[in-house]
T-cell receptor
């Protein structure tokens, strides 16, 4: 079983739509969770950390469900500039262990 | 702002050549990482380092080695480049310790073609 699994997409949505991505992780001892964004032919950049209580940053909402071992990202009122690949990222153990990246979900927002 | 700089954006090398990819970060981060990224395979960890002169194998270390002589610099070495090492190579760094500190910051990447 893969450590971090995401639906690869692509998700093609019109501007203004709400879109949700889910991600599951296999290790229940995972400590920290993030969503990264990667534009075409660019490096991944941190979009937001995911906290147990859920957190919101403008149009973006991240949720963590430890019991079911999944993380979600909700994007409201999609913009053309949201088109990118969204990477789900998990740290299995706190401290110095490397992050584990999902393969990403591709989003295309269409005018 | 954290800055992670990779020495080349594009490289073209021949099979059998020794290739050096350099990465420098300016935020005094203890941890540094090298990944490769290929379509459909996502990011795969090659090597990482928690301190000067320390290195740990990642998921796909075969055919690669690394060097960390200074805290700010982490080099990836392809001893004898092969065509299956054609890929995008990404360097990253992070602070040591603590859940909130292991956010990784990436360089812009080096697109290596081995002919």
């Amino acid at each position: 079983r893969k450590e971090v699994e995401q639906d690869p997409g692509p998700f093609n949505v019109p501007e203004g739509a709400t879109v949700a991505f889910n991600c599951t992780y296999s290790n229940s001892a995972s400590q920290s969770f993030f969503w990264y964004r990667q534009d075409c032919r660019k490096e991944p950049k941190l979009l937001m950390s995911v906290y147990s209580s859920g957190n919101e940053d403008g149009r973006f909402t991240a949720q963590l469900n430890r019991a079911s071992q999944y993380i979600s990202l909700l994007i409201r009122d999609s913009k053309l500039s949201d088109s990118a690949t969204y990477l789900c990222v998990v740290n299995l153990i706190s401290g110095n262990t490397p992050l584990v990246f999902g393969k990403g979900t591709r989003l295309s927002v269409i005018a | 702002d954290v800055k992670v700089t990779q020495s080349s954006r594009y490289l073209v090398k021949r099979t059998g050549e020794k290739v050096f990819l350099e990465c420098v970060q300016d935020m005094d981060h203890e941890n540094m990482f090298w990944y490769r990224q290929d379509p459909g395979l996502g990011l795969r960890l090659i090597y990482f380092s928690y301190d000067v002169k320390m290195k740990e194998k990642g998921d796909i270390p075969e055919g690669y080695s690394v060097s960390r002589e200074k805290k700010e610099r982490f080099s990836l070495i392809l001893e004898s480049a092969s065509t299956n090492q054609t890929s995008m190579y990404l360097c990253a760094s992070s602070l040591r310790g603590g859940v909130a500190k292991n956010i990784q910051y990436f360089g812009a990447g080096t697109r290596l073609s081995v002919l």
